[in-house]
């Protein structure tokens, strides 16, 4: 059994092997896909394929509408942005492609 050195995890507050916690702590990179499978990544401009109603805005995005310097959030489906006007703008990704 190879000597190997330990590491305090506070997550579950036990020793553990080294190996172990660099093997957990590996989690695979998450990649935000657009509504035609491009990788979406913050900074990146997108458009709007579809009409959409902006609740509490009183306003529609237009089809075709560019949106620029989206914001990537936690969630893989949601991307934050700005636009004109309206403040705190969440678009779903499957309504935007990237440009």
């Known amino acids: 059994m190879p000597d190997d050195d330990y590491v305090y995890d506070e997550a579950t507050g036990e020793w553990r092997p080294a190996s172990e916690v660099a093997a957990a702590a590996a989690v ?30 009183g306003q529609t995005l237009k089809q075709g509408t560019v949106i620029r310097s989206i914001r990537l959030t936690g969630n893989d489906e949601e991307i934050d942005c700005r636009y004109e006007g309206i403040k705190g703008l969440v678009l779903r990704t499957e309504f935007v492609r990237k440009r």
């Open 28 to 57: 695979p990179e998450r990649v935000v896909r657009d509504s035609a499978g491009n990788a979406l990544a913050d900074g990146d401009s997108v458009t709007v394929i579809k009409d959409l109603k902006v609740k509490g805005a």
